[in-house]
């Protein structure tokens, strides 16, 4: 069983950046798909940014150029870089990691981006 713990989120001003880290316990997830959803109220749970176990990456059109998504396997752990960070960027940060049939999921961190 794995555990996900995000961090990070907050308060910032349009154009600001901040860094969620999601911290793994449990299980290694060195094998794992990893990736970074958020949702807002209302809608349903959105993908942000997917990295491989191998480090290949991916982004929503939204995000490309702004976001940056990494891992660190030694320390069973995830980011999220954003810059230039947009309103519509508000949203709860979820982290997710996947093998196979199973899907773990964090509790979320709060992303707030106003003025």
């Known amino acids: 069983q794995v555990q996900l713990v995000e961090s990070g989120g907050g308060l910032v001003q349009p154009g600001g950046s901040l860094r969620l880290s999601c911290v793994a316990s449990?299980?290694?997830?060195?094998?794992?798909?990893m990736a970074w959803y958020r949702q807002t109220p209302g809608k349903g749970r959105e993908m942000v940014a997917t990295i491989t176990a191998l480090g290949v990456t991916n982004y929503q059109d939204s995000v490309k150029g702004r976001f940056a998504i990494s891992r660190d396997n030694a320390k069973n752990t995830m980011s999220l870089q954003m810059n230039g960070l947009k309103p519509e960027d508000t949203a709860v940060y979820y982290c997710?990691?996947?093998?196979?049939?199973?899907?773990?999921w964090g509790q979320g961190t709060q992303v707030t981006v106003s003025s």
């Open positions: 449990g299980s290694t997830v060195r094998n794992y798909f």
């Open positions: 997710n990691a996947l093998s196979g049939i199973q899907s773990f």
